[in-house]
């Protein structure tokens, strides 16, 4: 019986030091997940980091559902409610979503007049979702806890390797080997034709790069600095920190700016590489 006593009691004291290991463990645990809370809170990389929402495989390929997805699905249905729900009544006096839809139109059609000339306008529906799809990516990536899609290289680089692919294709058909023109300048001495049509070569293939890294590295650096400076915000209280804070509301201003700039440059160019299959010869 004395030592069913004395092996209760090591249970007992063991039991009694395991309760500070575990508390001990508990706690480390808590300042870990902590530590990790804070880390993604000033660490200006976290938010362009892809979460799976439901993980899809098709024949050892990654198609999962993910915070950039559903982005694209949101920016999609927003920018297709707006435009048919706004024309559906096609008033002779229209209300302000369908004057706003209108404007829009003629927005994109005078750009792709002025850039594409008039036989560029049979292309205008692909400039046209071309624009409001950046637009409304961009724009829907300035709310908070946002995931901002062309922030990343992978998505600008489809989209400029579509307008590339496209124009090429467009050039080849229209003109066949006339549109090798593109690539030799008028008016030049034929002397310096080996100089500048590699030239002209290189500069024609660098286009979906130039492209793709514009819009990039504006939505990208743009959102880091914002990032950056929310966190100046936090780490330095109400005390010091209005001046960070003041310095992101005018910044974040800018970054709206330069969020439809970027559209409309992306669409501009796209314009500019179809007049150029168009018309080959400059």
């Known amino acids: 019986m004395a030592t069913e006593t004395n092996e209760s009691g090591a249970e007992a004291q063991g039991t009694e030091m395991a309760a500070p290991e575990a508390q001990g463990a508990e706690a ?44 694209m699905v949101i920016g999609v249905t927003l920018v297709s409610v707006f435009l048919i729900g706004s024309m559906r009544g096609r ?15 003629e927005f994109v059609a005078n750009m792709v007049r002025e850039n594409a000339g008039s036989e560029g306008m049979k292309f205008f529906p692909f400039i046209f979702t071309l624009f409001f799809y950046i637009l409304a990516m961009n724009m829907l990536g300035m709310f908070p806890y946002a995931f901002t899609v062309t922030s990343h290289i992978i998505v600008t680089v489809a989209l400029a390797l579509v307008v590339f692919i496209g124009v090429t294709v467009i050039g080849i ?86 969020a439809f700039l970027q559209a409309f440059v992306f669409a501009v160019l796209s314009c500019i590489y179809l007049n150029d299959a168009l018309h080959p010869h400059h």
């Open 28 to 71: 480390a645990h808590g300042a870990e997940g902590k530590g990790d809370s804070l880390a993604a809170i000033f660490d200006p990389m976290h938010q362009f980091e892809i979460k799976r929402f439901v993980e899809l495989n098709f024949f050892g390929l990654d198609a999962s559902f993910t915070n950039s997805s559903l982005m």
């Open 173 to 258: 058909i229209k003109n066949g080997t006339k549109f090798i023109g593109l690539f030799v300048p008028s008016g030049v001495p034929i002397w310096l034709l080996p100089l500048l049509v590699p030239i002209e070569i290189l500069s024609y293939l660098v286009r979906p790069f130039s492209l793709s890294v514009r819009l990039f590295a504006n939505m990208m650096a743009g959102h880091t600095m914002l990032k950056v400076f929310a966190g100046f915000v936090i780490a330095m209280g109400a005390v010091g920190g209005w001046a960070p804070l003041l310095f992101m509301v005018a910044f974040t201003g800018l970054e709206i700016l330069v």
């Open 91 to 105: 008033a002779l006096v229209p209300d302000r979503m369908q004057s706003m839809a209108e404007l829009s139109y």
